[in-house]
């Protein structure tokens, strides 16, 4: 009887042991209790000359104290045709806080296509191991306990293959700088905890930070100075200095599982939906300390500041209403009731764009009036973003596709394909791009507005969700 007790406590602590290194978010693996997040990007940003196609069946680190850890990705298959003049996701993982001087892949296949003829390839050797395909990389970084970073290898395709046979690829790892002085776009990233940092000139990852847990709703500051991150799973909000990339404060929200930021018409005041408590935080942006709460309706969701007019309009998805909020003083001093679940907003011009999630239309509201009238799409929107030209973009997560909304003619006048379960957008009117995060698929559809076409897919985090752009 006694032996049985020991055993049944023994196998309740080392079960208790292995829940709490387990991370509930992002990736899904033990991970050490000391651990930082790491993503591994590769790129060929030249265009070969060489098809050559390579497959990745392991990946370690060494730490400065010789002791390797296996990241074990899924077996990945690399061709330097589809690599060209791109960016992919290898990984993205976990590795114990501390300084890595060496990274090593296993490389378990690789071939050379000349016309229609495949011929197989050496795999790379070492003095202690001949052709065994383990290929050894000096590298320099550190990992920080609860941050994020990533590792950005490039490979020269066309001078990968040596004496005609062997691969023996050439590669180069930088990680991400501290300071990135580009012109940015900011992705939350809900399952990975972090938010992924992107240039917008290249359209290509250049960091991650890491925030709170299951972030949703973005914003930055009126000056492009801080990026604000609604932390849904941890209830704060996290501060973000854009001058060097990380979090300087977090705030204590006082409300549940918030989800979408509005900014006041002076940019003093930062206002943020919250789902669980069905009310709004407003928060001063000077001392970070939330000043007031303001009860609306059931799952208030979508948020949008009207800073003419100095008020807010809420989007209470459970209770099928708009609350109209008055700014000066903080207080709702109007509820519109629509016919269907209500879910985020857009503000264009005088107009008002409403996404009905449940049925296929877009609601209207004609500001001041508040009249409302609705627009049959064909699908389903869930998200909205003012567009160029007399456009509104609409989001339809169930037809995985971008649609281009006449505002005069009010019809489709373009449909475009993207990633699996578009949510966030964001418009980059300077260069004519539209921004589009793709939930389930994990990457961001970049859309060019003026071809009306996808020009390149960005990997990101696990199920982004919601984009911030600075203005320039």
């Known amino acids: 009887m006694m032996k049985r007790f020991v055993l049944l406590i023994l196998t309740a602590l080392s079960m208790s ?17 000391d651990a930082g997040q790491v993503f ?29 850890y296996d990241v074990n990705p899924e077996p990945l298959v690399i061709n330097s045709k589809k690599l060209s003049c791109s960016q992919i996701k290898l990984k993205e993982f976990y590795l ?5 001087e060496r990274l090593k892949w296993t490389i378990s296949e690789a071939s050379y296509n000349r016309g229609n003829k495949k011929f197989s390839l050496a795999l790379p050797e070492t003095a202690h191991n001949r052709g065994n395909g383990e ?18 290898v490039e490979w ?25 002085k580009n012109i940015l776009a900011y992705i939350s990233n809900e399952d990975s905890d972090c938010v992924t940092v992107i240039d917008r000139q290249e359209d290509s990852v250049v960091g991650t930070i890491a925030v709170g847990e299951a972030p949703r709703g973005i914003a930055a500051s009126s000056d492009g100075t801080e990026i604000y991150v609604a932390n849904s799973g941890s209830n704060s909000i996290s501060v973000i200095d854009t001058s060097v990339n990380r979090v300087i404060d977090t705030i204590d929200n006082f409300g549940y599982a918030p989800e979408e930021f509005a900014l006041s018409w002076d940019g003093n ?14 928060i001063d942006v000077a001392s970070n300390l939330v000043i007031d709460r303001i009860d609306v309706g ?15 309009y809420v989007s209470n998805t459970d209770s099928l209403t708009i609350s109209v909020i008055d700014m000066d003083t903080r207080s709702v001093e109007r509820t519109l009731t629509v016919s269907s679940n209500p879910r985020y907003l857009a503000l264009c011009d005088d107009r008002l764009y409403v996404a009905n999630e449940r049925v296929n239309d877009i609601y209207v509201i004609e500001i001041p009036a508040y009249t409302i009238k609705t627009i049959n799409v064909g699908f389903r929107p869930q998200w909205l973003v003012c567009g160029l030209t007399n456009r509104v973009y609409a989001a339809s997560a169930t037809d995985n596709e971008v649609s281009f909304l006449h505002t005069t003619l009010n019809m489709v006048t373009r449909s475009i394909p993207v990633g699996d ?12 791009k539209l921004y589009v995060v793709n939930n389930l698929s994990g990457d961001v559809s970049v859309i060019d507005v003026t071809g009306e076409r996808v020009k390149k897919t960005i990997p990101v985090g696990e199920r982004p969700h919601g984009i911030a752009l600075i203005a320039e």
């Open 298 to 312: 059931k799952n208030p969701t979508g948020i949008v500041a009207d800073k003419d007019r100095r008020k807010l």
């Open 269 to 282: 005041t930062l206002y943020v939906t919250n789902p669980d408590s069905n009310n709004v935080s407003a």
């Open 421 to 432: 379960s578009p949510a966030g957008m964001g418009v980059d009117a300077i260069r004519r």
């Open 156 to 180: 020269d395709a066309d001078n990968s293959i040596a004496d005609n046979y062997l691969f023996k690829p050439v590669l180069t790892v930088k990680p991400q700088q501290l300071e990135i």
């Open 96 to 100: 114990p806080a501390g300084k890595y």
């Open 135 to 152: 290929l050894f990389l000096d590298i320099d970084f550190n990992v920080f306990y609860r941050e994020s970073l990533c590792l950005f």
């Open 40 to 68: 591994v990007y590769l790129s060929c940003y030249n265009e070969p000359s060489l098809d050559i196609t390579f497959t990745i069946s392991g990946m370690s680190f060494m730490d400065k104290n010789g002791t390797w």
């Open 17 to 33: 042991f292995f829940v709490s290194c387990v991370y509930n978010s992002g990736v899904k693996e033990p991970i050490y209790s």
